[in-house]
């Protein structure tokens, strides 16, 4: 396996494979990792990611727990709240961190430093040949790879691949700080019960600026500020300008400025996410504006999901066929939480004032009646083709089971089977399927036996980046799995 670029994407990547046992080179064209924040938001499911790769622990001092996101009218007031605040953990982990991107990094590169299977070449630049990827003086061939090399990726230039542009782009300043002290926020007359905006990622929807108030780890904090018609982007990231668009939040508190940058918030995704034994991941396939929060949690769900197909593939238990299924899983998802992006984006950067008061309105009235979602987590969609069973294909439940540690803590990495009973199936010898009965001396909090019951369902079949496969028999299951993985292709080889 080859991996192109060495950011949280490539990195993720290399450690999921690098635990699976698998030889993988990881190239990346600098030599150390980029100093300055980019990324600043993970959600429960990366947190479940990094548990499974056993680096949660090391990770959590370098994050910051905190409890969703708020948007304001332009009176100030609540219009959209999609908090935590005293709400349940079905996943384990809290919905929302945000942290350092330069730590994380650090972290995952420490990660797969674990594995000896896996060789980091750092300081060249990689080009795609074929099967081969030429890095500096040396040819390297593998039979897939995988493009994680952002935005602008060459390798999906150097294929031709081109970028459906979803029609939103939007001029932002970004402007990183630590700050000696909390943020002062106007009062905020309806405030929900708990919530603290301290802890919230807080978009101000104000036509006379837009603005975003993001609490980072530690002393970290950002803003973003939307640029208006006319403005220059040099001239906004002036000190004199930097000082006026952030003062009024400090209210005189000491602070020191990490980094000032122009953005513009695209909306794109790639029209081919493979091609031969190319894969594209990360913002090499997609581009997501920053509204939720999403966009390297996208990258980090291609990683995980490819990953663990890769991983059939290469040990012979799979036909390549199943790597197909990569794209039709991960586009409708990244499509959906887009599309939820663009249309907040478009709200949010409203600058005619009648036109905020209307929208103003019309959110706090979805809020009262319960139209809209309890919390950003809750837009990942399903899988609703692919490698799943019909019906199936949403993020599975991790309570804490037994001895008080977490579900995945119990299981080995790999495929689960949940079931009422134990089972003989020829497939969990094969693949090394985990299988646990779900009775009342292990499921100790119910919550396996109520998604059981809620889905009438003897058994769940959990995938490795713990998607459900499918609910129903446990026979039924493994026989509908089996055939998914053992195609014709491969049963010729057999």
Known sequence: MIIIGCGPVGATAANLLGQAGHAVAIVDQFTDVFTLPRAVHIDHEMMRLFQNL???????????????????????????????????????????????????????????????????IQGVRATVEGDEVIAGNRRLRARYIIACDGARSPTREGLGIELEDLLFEEAWLVV?????????FPAIPSLPAGADPQQLSVMTCDPRRPATIVPGRGAHRRWEFMLLPGESETAIVEPASIEGLIGPWLQGCAYEIVRTATYRFNARV?????????FLAGDAAHQTPPFFGQGMCHGLRDAANLSFKLDLVLRGLAGDSVLDTYQPEREPQVRHVIGAAVAAGRYICELDPAKASERDE?????????????????????????????????????????????LDDIMPRGFVLLSRRAVEHPLIGQLGIAQQVVDAAFDTTGALGDALDRHQAEAVLLRPDRYVY?????????????????????RLHA
């Open 54 to 120: 056993g680096l949660a622990e090391s990770l959590l001092p370098h994050m910051r727990e905190t409890q969703g996101h708020m948007h304001l009218g332009a009176d100030g007031d609540v219009i959209r709240y999609m908090g935590s605040a005293g709400k349940p953990r079905p996943y384990g982990w809290a919905n929302d961190y945000f942290f350092y991107q330069p730590e994380l990094e650090a972290a995952l590169r420490d990660g797969f430093r674990r594995f000896g299977n896996v060789e980091f």
């Open 470 to 490: 499918g609910w129903g028999t446990a026979d039924h299951l493994l026989d509908l799995l089996s055939a998914q993985l053992a195609p014709q292709e491969l």
């Open 270 to 278: 790639a029209k081919q996410w493979r091609q031969g034994p190319v």
């Open 362 to 406: 019309t959110l706090r009235r979805r809020q009262r009646e319960g139209q809209d979602i309890a919390t950003a987590a809750d837009l990942i969609a399903p899988y609703a083709q692919g490698l799943v069973a019909p019906g199936a294909g949403e993020r599975f439940v991790q309570p804490r089971v037994a001895d008080g540690r977490l």
């Open 176 to 184: 990183d700080a630590n700050v000696d002290g909390p943020i002062s």
